[in-house]
C-alpha cells in the first residue's frame, strides 16, 4: 500500500511504475494447472498445484504473484518445502531442475472481499473477477497474460446453499459428499491465462438455449440468474445467439466449447467479463422485460452480450501479450459490437450515438490531465487503464483502417492475424503487421496513432473560383500536447468527403476518401460550376475534431439535403452548437436558423424517426462547455434552456403532432427499430413540449408515466417531471420508488434521475440522496447511479460555491476504502479543474488534494488524483 504524508500531500514511497519498454517474456511457464476450491464464504481453501517449466537456460527462482491470502503450505514435487521467501506479496521459490510440479494451499475470505476483485460474494453467490490482476487474490500464480496454461477446477461446497457450480470449459464430473456438501469438476481444454479463469458457485437458475455452429456442433448456451429473474433473460438469451451467428458471417469465427454459459450478478465493477466459456455479467446488462428495461438498456444488453462473446476470438484465443496491449483485445471488440449492433438495426443512429459517446468520454479524457495513447508506455495501477481511449478510440482506430482498407482486405487481414497468433498473447504490434501483410498497404505512419495521445483537430477550408470553376480544399491537423507528450507528429486522417452545388442541391462528384497525412493538404476540384458546400468526415470516418469556415445557410442546407445520414446530423448540430456557443458567450442570438433547420427535419416524412429524434436533440451542456476556452456551467446552462423553450414554442404545434403520432403508432412493446424510434421521438417530443413552458405539460407527462406499458416511456415521462415544477413532479417520484422498490436496477434509475435533473436544488437533493436507505456505496451500480452521475451534470456539480466538489470527494474518499477500482473511476470530473475559472479550479484542486492526503489512499485513487492535479 502506497504510504501518504498527510501533512505535504506527497506520497513518501515513490509508487512502482510498470514500463512498456521493460517487458521480458516469462521465466516460468505453466502449461498446466488444477485447482481445488473448498469453498466457504469466511474461509474458502484453495489448492493449487502447478506445473511448471523454466522457459529457457536461466537461474531465477519462481516468482508467483499473490496478494491478500493467508499462505498455509508450500510443497516441491510432492515434498513440502520452506525455502521460500514472501518479497512484498510475491512467492518466491528456488527450484532446481527445468520442470516441476509446485503446490500452495491458501485461505481467503469472499465475503469481506469488497473491491470486487479475485473470489468475492455477491447476492448470496460466490463469484469471479480476475481482468486484470485478481487472480493472485485467489491463489499464488504468474498473473500476466503471457502465462497461458490449460485449467482443471475442482470445487466443493454446500449443496443447499450453492447448488449450482460452473467454471470455464466443459463440465466433466459431479457428485455428492456425505455432510451436505457436493463437489463437480470442469476441465477447459484450451490454455488460457489465469485473468480468464472464472467459477460460480450459486442458487442459480437457467435459461437454456443452443446455438449450432457453422460446422454443425451443436452448442449449450445457458445463461444464469436468480430463479425470480429468468424471464428477465430471453433478449440477452437471444442476442447471444444473434452474436454467434454474426461473428461467423462477419469474421468467420466459430465457437469451440460444447456449452457457453453466463452468469448475472448484481455487485461488477464493470459491464462483463469475457472468461472462457464462462461470461460473468453485471445484471444490468442481462436482465430486461419491458417493465424495468427502456430500449437503450435492451441495446446496452445486446451490444455487452455480443462483446463479451466476440471477445472469445479477439482476446481469449488470441489474447494479448502485456497490459500495454490492452487495446489490441478491447479496442478490436468494441468495433465488432459496434458493427454488430450496427447490422441489427439503424446503422446511421448507431454511429451516431457512438460518436455521442465517444465526445463525452474519450475527448474530454484526450484533452485533460489523464490523457494516454491507446498503447499506454506507463502504469502504476493497471485498472486505471480500462479507458475510453483504450476501448473507444481504440475501436475508432480500428474502424479507420477498416475504411483504408476497404472490407475485403480487412477481412484478410483478420483471418491472417487470427491464423497466425491463434492460442497466442500478441501485441497491437501483430495485428496492425497482419493487416499491412494481408492487404499490401504501409501502414508504418498509421502506428502514429498507436503511441500518440490527443484528438487531432483539423481545419477544413473550402475556396470556389467561380471563373475558372476550381475549387481548393484546404485542409491541415494539428494534435495540441499532452501531459508528457509535446510534440505531435501528424497522424493519417482517412476522410470521407462529399460536395454539393449550392443551387442544385446535387453532388458534384461520388464521394471519395482523401488520407490527410501531412500537417496540410490541399485537394483541388476542376470544373465546378456552382457555389460547392462540402460535407466532410462523412460517417465520422476519422476521429477528429474538426473547424470548418461552413456558414450558418451552408450547415442548414447540408442539415436538409446531405445524403450521409452521419454528416446530415452532424450539419444541423455544429448549427445548434455555434448558437449555443456565442449565446453562452455573452452575445445576443438568433435562434431562427436552428428553429428551421430543426423544423425542417421534423417535417421530413422520408427520415427515419430514430434519426430524426436524435438529430433534434440539443448538444450536451458539457459539450457546449468543450468549445469554450473557459467553461461557463450557468451560461451554457441558461443558453441552452432558452434554446430548448424557443425552439419548444416555435415549433409547439409539430412537437404535439410528433408527439400525437407517435403516441398512435405505439400499441404494446415491441422492440424493433420502428417501435424504439418512434418512442424516442415521443420522448423528445415530450421533451420540448414541456421546455416550452405550456401549461398542460405536467398532465401530458403524468398521464404518459401513469398509462405507460414500458420502461422506456415511463422513465422518460418522469425524466420530465423531474426536470420541471409541476404538480406531479414528487408524486410519479414517489409512485415509481414504491413500484420499484424491489428491484435494485430499477431503483439506480430513480437515483441516476434526480442525479442528472436540471434544477436549482440537484445538489442539495443528491446530498441528500446519499443518505437515503437505499443508497449503499458497496453496489458499484448504485454508487455510479448518483454520485457518477451528479459528477457528469455539469451545472449542479460545478456549483460556484464548491460544494458538488466537496460531496464528490467525500463520497470518493469513502468508497476508496470499500472499492478503489470503482472510486478512481469517478474522479475525473474534478480533473477538468483547468477548463474552469480560477475560483472552481481553485475549489477542485483543494479537493483533489484532500484526496491525495488520506492515509492509506488506494494505488488506483493515489495514482489518478495525483495525476488529476498536474
Ligand atoms: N474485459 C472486460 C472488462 C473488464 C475489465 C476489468 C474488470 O474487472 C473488474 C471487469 C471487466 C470487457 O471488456 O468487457
Ligand atoms: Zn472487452
Known amino acids: 500500500m502506497l504510504d501518504i504524508q498527510t501533512s505535504s500531500a506527497q506520497p513518501t514511497a515513490t509508487p512502482h511504475v ?75 521459490l528456488p527450484l532446481t531442475g527445468s520442470a516441476h510440479v509446485v503446490e500452495t494451499e491458501v485461505e481467503i475470505a469472499p465475503e469481506r472481499n469488497t473491491q470486487l476483485m479475485g473470489l468475492y460474494a455477491s447476492g448470496g453467490n460466490l463469484c469471479t473477477q480476475c481482468e486484470a490482476e485478481g487472480f493472485r487474490r485467489i491463489t499464488y500464480f504468474p498473473d500476466r497474460p503471457d502465462v497461458l496454461s490449460r485449467y482443471q477446477v475442482r470445487m466443493t461446497a454446500d449443496k443447499a446453499r450453492y447448488p449450482v457450480l460452473l467454471a470455464n470449459g466443459d463440465p466433466i464430473a ?70 454467434m451467428a454474426w461473428d461467423e458471417q462477419t469474421y468467420g469465427r466459430e465457437y469451440d466449447l460444447d456449452v457457453f454459459n453466463i452468469v448475472a450478478v448484481d455487485d461488477f465493477n464493470f459491464g462483463a467479463m469475457e472468461n472462457k466459456g464462462l461470461n460473468i455479467f453485471n445484471s444490468r446488462y442481462i436482465l430486461a422485460d419491458p417493465d424495468t428495461a427502456t430500449d437503450y438498456d435492451y441495446d446496452g444488453i445486446a451490444a455487452v452480450v455480443a462483446h463479451e462473446y466476440f471477445h472469445n476470438w479477439s482476446g481469449n484465443r488470441v489474447t494479448c501479450r502485456d497490459w500495454f496491449q490492452l487495446s489490441l483485445k478491447e479496442g478490436f471488440t468494441v468495433y465488432r459490437d459496434q458493427c454488430f449492433s450496427a447490422d441489427q438495426g439503424s446503422a446511421a443512429v448507431k454511429r451516431i450515438e457512438d460518436v455521442r459517446g465517444l465526445r463525452a468520454a474519450q475527448f474530454p479524457e484526450d484533452a485533460g490531465p489523464l490523457a494516454h495513447p491507446i498503447r499506454p508506455d506507463s502504469y502504476q495501477e493497471i485498472s486505471n487503464f480500462y479507458t475510453a481511449t483504450i476501448y473507444n478510440k481504440g475501436a475508432e482506430i480500428i474502424r479507420m483502417l477498416a475504411t483504408m482498407l476497404g472490407a475485403q482486405a480487412f477481412r484478410a487481414g483478420t483471418d491472417l492475424y487470427f491464423d497466425r497468433f491463434d492460442g497466442t498473447a500478441a501485441t497491437c504490434e501483430d495485428f496492425v503487421a497482419s493487416l499491412e501483410d494481408a492487404s499490401g498497404t504501409d501502414l508504418t505512419q498509421f502506428r502514429r496513432w498507436y503511441s500518440q495521445a490527443g484528438t487531432p483537430r483539423i481545419t477544413a477550408s473550402l475556396l470556389h473560383h467561380k471563373g475558372s470553376g476550381r475549387a481548393e480544399l484546404v485542409l491541415a491537423q494539428n494534435t495540441p500536447p499532452t501531459p508528457g507528450q509535446t510534440v505531435k507528429q501528424p497522424v493519417v486522417l482517412p476522410l470521407r468527403i462529399k460536395l454539393f452545388g449550392a443551387d442544385s442541391a446535387q453532388p458534384y462528384a461520388p464521394e471519395q476518401t482523401v488520407l490527410l497525412t501531412e500537417a496540410e493538404h490541399r485537394i483541388v476540384f476542376e470544373d465546378v460550376r456552382e457555389r460547392p458546400i462540402l460535407s466532410i468526415n462523412r460517417g465520422f470516418s476519422a476521429p477528429a475534431i474538426l473547424e470548418t469556415d461552413r456558414s450558418a445557410a451552408d450547415l442548414a442546407f447540408l442539415a436538409a439535403q ?71 456551467p450557468e451560461a451554457i446552462f441558461r443558453a441552452r434552456e ?64 401513469e398509462a405507460a406499458d414500458n420502461m422506456t416511456d415511463r422513465q ?59 443508497f449503499t456505496l458497496s453496489n458499484p451500480n448504485r454508487a455510479r447511479a448518483l454520485i457518477g452521475a451528479f459528477g457528469v451534470n455539469q451545472r449542479a456539480f460545478n456549483a460556484a460555491d464548491g460544494s458538488g466538489y466537496r460531496f464528490l470527494a467525500d463520497q470518493l474518499i469513502a468508497l476508496d476504502r470499500l472499492n478503489p477500482q470503482t472510486a478512481a473511476k469517478l474522479i475525473p470530473p474534478l480533473g477538468r479543474w483547468k477548463r474552469f475559472d480560477s475560483n472552481r479550479a481553485a475549489l477542485m484542486r483543494a479537493e483533489l488534494e484532500r484526496i491525495v492526503a488520506v492515509p492509506g489512499l488506494s494505488k488506483d485513487m493515489a495514482e489518478q488524483a495525483s495525476r488529476s492535479l498536474d
Not at 28 to 55: G, N, Y
Not at 194 to 210: E, H, I, K, P, Q
Open 18 to 92: 510498470t514500463r512498456r519498454e521493460d517487458y521480458t517474456a516469462p521465466d516460468w511457464l505453466v502449461p498446466e494447472i488444477a485447482l481445488d476450491f473448498a469453498l466457504d464464504p469466511a474461509a474458502t481453501r484453495v489448492k493449487a498445484t502447478l506445473h511448471v517449466q523454466r522457459s529457457d537456460a536461466h537461474d531465477r527462482p519462481l516468482r508467483l504473484d499473490g496478494a491478500g491470502q493467508t499462505l498455509l503450505s508450500v510443497s516441491v514435487d510432492g515434498v513440502a518445502v520452506n525455502d521460500w521467501t514472501i518479497e512484498g506479496e510475491t512467492l518466491v
Open 174 to 243: 459431479a457428485g455428492d459428499l456425505p455432510d451436505g456438501r457436493h463437489w463437480a469438476e470442469w476441465r477447459d481444454p484450451f490454455p488460457k491465462p489465469c485473468y480468464l479463469f472464472a467459477l460460480v458457485a450459486g442458487d442459480l437458475a437457467v435459461n437454456r438455449g443452443s446455438f449450432t455452429t457453422m460446422s454443425g456442433r451443436e452448442v449449450a448456451l445457458g445463461i444464469w440468474v436468480r430463479a425470480a429473474d429468468v424471464p428477465r433473460t430471453d433478449h440477452a438469451l437471444a442476442a447471444l445467439k444473434a452474436a
Open 716 to 774: 422518460s415521462a418522469l425524466t420530465t417531471l423531474v426536470a420541471g415544477d409541476s404538480a406531479q413532479r414528487t408524486p410519479a417520484l414517489d409512485i415509481f420508488y414504491n413500484r420499484y422498490s424491489d428491484n435494485a436496477l430499477v431503483l439506480d434509475k430513480w437515483f441516476s434521475v434526480q442525479a442528472m435533473a436540471p434544477r436549482d436544488d440537484t445538489g442539495a437533493v443528491v446530498a441528500e440522496l446519499a443518505q437515503h436507505r437505499d
Open 642 to 705: 432558452t434554446l430548448r423553450r424557443d425552439i419548444g414554442r416555435a415549433l409547439e404545434a409539430s412537437w404535439r403532432a410528433a408527439y400525437d403520432g407517435a403516441r398512435a403508432t405505439t400499441t404494446g412493446y415491441v422492440y424493433s427499430p420502428e417501435a424504439k424510434g418512434l418512442r424516442r421521438l415521443k420522448s423528445v417530443a415530450l421533451g420540448y413540449i414541456a421546455a416550452s413552458g405550456a401549461a398542460d405539460a405536467g398532465a401530458l407527462a403524468f398521464a404518459q408515466f
Open 562 to 632: 446531405d445524403d450521409d445520414p452521419f454528416a446530415r446530423y452532424e450539419a444541423l448540430q455544429q448549427l445548434m452548437l455555434d448558437t449555443l456557443v456565442e449565446s453562452a458567450g455573452g452575445a445576443r442570438v438568433d435562434h431562427a436558423a436552428v428553429i428551421a433547420a430543426i423544423g425542417g427535419t421534423l417535417a421530413n416524412p422520408q427520415l427515419d424517426r430514430a434519426f430524426v429524434a436524435e438529430a433534434v436533440l440539443l448538444p450536451s451542456e458539457s459539450f457546449i462547455g468543450d468549445q469554450m476556452a473557459v467553461v461557463d
